[in-house]
């Protein structure tokens, strides 16, 4: 446990730091995942729906056979892209957060003489446990 007297109060810009970074993380992620499901939907409805006529015109199956495939290969389709999409999201994350969001952390703690450990439990105790940020800060307490 971190000793109250210990503990170095944040500068009064670091939560909105934290805030704005966490935010930049958490729009990498959802542009990403949208982008991917979207494009996984555009591309995977298709061969579906191609692959039924194909068997509905030779007549391999009916129409009510059709539609159960349909909504059978529809439901394995978007569980699929959903995996997918929660994979581009996360990669997503990884990228913003090495490209600009680790520059701007050390930017900030060389800037406020700051250790990158102080800054991570500071922010860990201000975002809520499933911020994007969460995931690169070391929850080590200091003494």
Do not use: W
Not at 33 to 41: N, R, S, V, Y
Not at 81 to 109: C, D, F, P, S, W
């Amino acid at each position: 446990m971190i000793d109250e007297a210990l503990r170095p109060e944040p500068p009064e810009e670091l939560p909105k730091l934290a805030e704005r970074l966490n935010e930049n993380l958490r729009l990498s992620g959802s542009s990403s995942a949208e982008h991917t499901f979207g494009l996984g939907c555009s591309l995977g409805f298709t061969p579906l729906l191609v692959i039924l006529v194909i068997l509905l015109v030779l007549r391999v199956i009916n129409l009510i056979l059709a539609g159960i495939l349909l909504v059978i290969g529809l439901l394995a389709l978007i569980g699929g892209i959903m995996l997918l999409a929660q994979k581009a999201r996360y990669n997503g994350i990884q990228r913003a957060y090495h490209a600009t969001v680790e520059a701007e952390i050390n930017q900030y703690l060389a800037q406020n003489k700051l250790s990158r450990r102080q800054f991570d439990v500071i922010v860990s105790q201000l975002l809520p446990e499933d911020a994007p940020l969460q995931a690169f800060l070391s929850k080590q307490e200091y003494v």
